[in-house]
DNA sequence: ACAATGATACAGATCGGTCTCTACCATCGG
DNA sequence: CCGATGGTAGAGACCGATCTGTATCATTGT
């Protein structure tokens, strides 16, 4: 019954697992559709019957990803309830830490989309909808923190992010994990005026 | 005379021009030697003769453009000539003009970064030693603008260049041009004193 | 005549995707 | 309790396209 049920629960999910952990450590185009196989041990045709094509797969990859992110956003800002500021330094100080980890390979999204530029693929159109709606919740935050100019602080914001992800397989582990948590910090005072 | 010197610059040259331009526009695994050969109008046989591999081209395609950003670098730096902090700041001026060209498509050293994930790849070893030469120039240019910690000013203008650089593709036009250049103002003047 | 180049055919590998066939397992009618 | 049925999955051959790289031969400018 326990060989069922797993049977059951997987295919699809051992596919999007195998391919989520290859496409992330190794590229999208990279990896190969017989490479996903053989390691989920999976028929061809089950991959086939589950997703449309490759690009397809891509894309529940991607969107998987984004949840999860969004998840990881959440729980971040869940441990300072009702402190804006305190949740915006988490989410850096969090992100720091991160990209410092030896199996860190920058950002899934941004990934995609140095890989994956055809405007049509819809592969393309979630990763670049995750970058929006991450701006959007920087924004929404900087607004509560009392910022300003919360528009300008959640793009001064944003672009120190994206920077945490790019800087991270470029410098190793040993990277900028402090400088991203300080940048913010900076850029959140400066924003919000000093006082705490 | 003329045709034959313009035979004789290009062949390498052509190859080299037409290959920059696809690679960046398309993504290096998305451009094969074929279309190269076809739009530089050059036998397949001659880029071979000039190149080793294809790998090898995109080698040469780095290098060459870490000269000219290289060369782009120092051009800004010339403009304030014995005033680093006004030197970091135009630095960052210009890089938010620049991400906000139409045809602007991310950094070519970090969509390089993404695409070629193999660690041997000599191509890779290009684009990360870029990112390592830029660091090293930020700290040179923090600690000559007297940042109390030029180290750590270093990281952070680092980490907000390649924001800048990966925000771009994701926010198009209308991006962060503006966020990049008054979050590095407030950097720098919070990292060396406010008197300016 | 000679060196460099263009044109083209070709080789070998790999890619994404389709097809066929078999095996399993859960359900349901008797 | 038992046997037929249908849906899901594994295994692997196969196809056409495309990729990098090589070999061959004609052409051209000096």
Redesign the interface.
């Known amino acids: 019954m326990d060989a069922a049920l797993e049977r059951r629960r997987t295919a699809r999910d051992r596919i999007l697992d195998t391919a989520a952990e290859l496409f992330y450590?190794?590229?999208i185009?990279?990896v190969g559709i017989d490479v996903i196989i053989a390691r989920s041990g999976v028929a061809k045709m089950s991959l086939y019957r589950n997703f449309e094509s490759k690009d397809d797969l891509v894309r529940a990859y991607l969107e998987r990803n984004a949840v999860l992110h969004q998840a990881w956003w959440d729980r971040v800002v869940a441990r300072c309830p009702g402190d804006p500021k305190a949740q915006l330094k988490g989410l850096f100080v969090s992100l720091g830490h991160w990209i410092a980890h030896p199996q860190f390979?920058?950002?899934p999204f941004?990934?995609a989309?140095?890989?994956?530029?055809d405007p049509a693929n819809p592969a393309r159109a979630v990763?670049?909808a995750q970058?929006?709606a991450m701006?959007d919740r920087l924004r929404a935050l900087a607004a509560a923190a009392g910022a300003d100019d919360p528009d300008?602080l959640a793009?001064?914001l944003?672009?120190?992010?994206?920077?945490?992800?790019?800087?991270g397989?470029?410098?190793g582990p040993d990277g900028?994990s402090?400088?991203?948590a300080?940048?913010s910090a900076?850029?959140i005072d400066?924003a919000c005026g000093a006082e705490s």
């Open positions: 450590r190794e590229g185009r990279a390979q920058g950002c941004t990934n989309a140095a890989e994956l530029r990763a670049l970058k929006r701006r300008r793009g001064q944003h672009v120190l992010m994206e920077g945490a992800y790019a800087t397989p470029a410098m900028e402090g400088a991203v300080s940048a900076v850029l400066a």
